[in-house]
């Protein structure tokens, strides 16, 4: 494999990490409700994520999805289900006050983690974007050392891309600002996260 083709996934799997989708959306939610810290224990999560998904489609999971249609629509229900789970939970605590981002975290590191790998893992097309990437610039013969440097610079991309966006929205001006407009925020961002995950059930 060429460095013009490493750079290429690199630079590819870096704007898709950078469009906006469920991710983005949990994470400013996270940023500005609960702090930096947890948000940077949630964007490791959404790193998790997509180096699960880059590993899988190297395995071949992207093809799987194509000849078992009923594996990639049963994750791709799953998927939508989390999020609109995801969804009805910022509509319900709409109206609660901001939790304390001073002393304990509000969220235990291992709980955001865990939301963030559950977040990008709610979507198996994610498995067939990063199959479509790898058919055209992995070639079959590229060893196993440059394939797992491939998945660790894509666990980087997202990982960074979100602890940047955790930084900006969790400063005070932006926790203020979130903090006066926290019911209707909230009812927002639930919808977005509700026509994303319909969005996924129904493409």
């Known amino acids: 494999m060429s460095l013009v083709a490493f750079a290429s996934v690199w630079l590819i799997h870096l704007v898709a990490a950078m469009s906006p989708g469920p991710s983005f959306v949990v994470c400013v939610r996270t940023a500005v409700s609960e702090g ?38 049963a994750l791709k229900f799953g998927g939508a289900a989390f999020l609109l789970f995801i969804a009805f939970m910022m509509w319900r605590h709409a109206r609660d006050p901001l ?63 979100y602890l940047a966006v955790a930084r900006v929205f969790s400063l005070p001006r932006a926790r203020t600002a979130y903090a006066r407009l926290k019911a209707w925020i909230d009812r927002a961002f639930g919808s977005l996260i509700a026509l994303f995950g319909l969005k996924i059930a129904l493409s």
Do not use: D
């Open 36 to 73: 930096f810290g947890t948000a940077v224990a949630l964007a490791i999560g959404f790193g998790l994520g997509a180096a699960l998904w880059a590993a899988t489609a190297m395995a071949g999971l992207a093809l799987l999805f194509e000849l078992v249609p009923a594996l990639f629509a």
């Open 99 to 161: 939790p304390s981002t001073e002393g304990a975290a509000p969220r235990s590191a291992a709980s955001a983690i865990r939301l963030g790998f559950l977040t990008f893992a709610s979507n198996p097309k994610t498995a067939v974007f990063f199959g479509a990437v790898f058919v055209g610039l992995v070639p079959a013969e590229t060893p196993p050392l440059v394939r797992i440097a491939l998945i660790g610079v894509i666990f980087l991309n997202e990982t960074l891309w």
